[in-house]
């Protein structure tokens, strides 16, 4: 699951499981046969698109809220998914939520929940040093990306048919975008369908330590489904263990590690994806970028149709012998 998370250069949606079955030291049937296994089971249900934030004017942020109870968490979840930039929401088994949401650089986040009627412990870290990008994008590039929010596994031949252009050029503007990183594909999984347990493993590491105690982390664990940075000393580890029992070894071992700070552990529940948002906002720049393009192409034709109008009208009086310019005729030869 690790290895499928991410932005492949080149569009395919799941990364080559040749490529995956080299990193990890496996034969490639075995990768395909997992993927496969994750399927079936219910556990992976496909992938969703989602853009650079940087095209939004916005930055990747998680948030973590800690309510009194768990009726108070349940109560809450509704609400986050209203609140402008979420896409998802991972709920753990004790009194705690974990919200990513696509934020501007200098919001409140802590007012932002409370606004939204939320009442609870918020703690939050605003940036995750995923990559930016200066790609430009055209109204058909935001209008391909509407189409794969939900479901980046769509066939491009029926995006193609729907936006009315050829299979070659939506290939061609997704790997144009894949390679400038200015949209991610990400996993999408039902927890409750996980073989053992699924933890949350945040570690703080003393400062310039972070490196190497993810090393240690890492190699310890030996089954991570993602590892992330939500803060400049922090990092945060996905991964499935057998029991509670495993978790908590982990969590102790980690915890006397050289160059750790702090760590702490929660079992997730569920994550709850969101859309609404961030279909909106695609939709807004997909409409905005074409009345741009039309607008620009009005002027140019208009532009071209002027020159040409004044070009014809000097053809004739150079024709009859007459001086641009001047009402005096000329003495032809």
Do not use: C
Request: net charge positive.
């Amino acid at each position: 699951m690790r290895e499928l998370w991410g932005s492949p250069d080149v569009w395919n949606v799941k990364k080559s499981y040749v490529d995956i079955a080299a990193k990890i030291g496996v034969d490639e049937e075995t990768v395909r046969n997992r993927v496969k296994h994750l399927r079936d089971t219910g556990f992976l249900l496909g992938y969703r698109l989602v853009p650079n934030p940087v095209l939004l004017g916005r930055t990747f942020a998680n948030i973590s809220i800690e309510f009194d109870d768990a009726e108070s968490k349940k109560a809450a979840i509704p609400r986050l998914t209203r609140i402008e930039g979420v896409i998802n929401i991972g709920s753990t088994y004790d009194r705690s939520v974990f919200v990513t949401l696509l934020a501007n650089q200098d919001l409140d986040l802590y007012k932002l929940v409370a606004d939204a009627g939320v009442k609870g412990e918020v703690s939050s870290s605003p940036e995750l040093g995923l990559r930016t990008t200066t790609f430009r994008m055209t109204g058909l590039d935001w209008e391909i990306v509407s189409l794969l929010l939900r479901n980046a596994e769509r066939k491009l031949d029926e995006i193609a048919q729907q936006l009315r252009v050829s299979t070659r050029t939506v290939k061609r503007r997704l790997n144009m975008m894949m390679k400038e990183a200015a949209i991610f594909t990400m996993p999408m999984v039902d927890l409750s369908k996980t073989e053992g347990i699924s933890y949350r493993l945040r570690v703080e590491s003393e400062e310039g330590k972070k490196s190497q105690v993810e090393k240690l982390v890492a190699s310890k664990i030996g089954n991570i489904i993602f590892r992330a940075s939500d803060s400049q000393n922090g990092s945060v580890f996905g991964f499935n263990g057998a029991n509670v029992a495993e978790g908590s070894d982990i969590l102790e071992w980690v915890r006397h590690q050289s160059g750790v700070k702090s760590a702490s552990m929660t079992i997730a529940e569920r994550v709850v994806y969101v859309f609404d948002w961030i279909e909106s906002e695609v939709d807004k720049r997909a409409k905005m970028i074409a009345i741009t393009e039309t607008s620009a192409a009005r002027k140019m034709q208009q532009t071209v149709a002027t020159r040409t109008v004044a070009e014809l009208s000097l053809r004739p009086n150079l024709g009859r012998g007459i001086v641009p310019g001047s009402d005096s005729p000329v003495a032809s030869t």
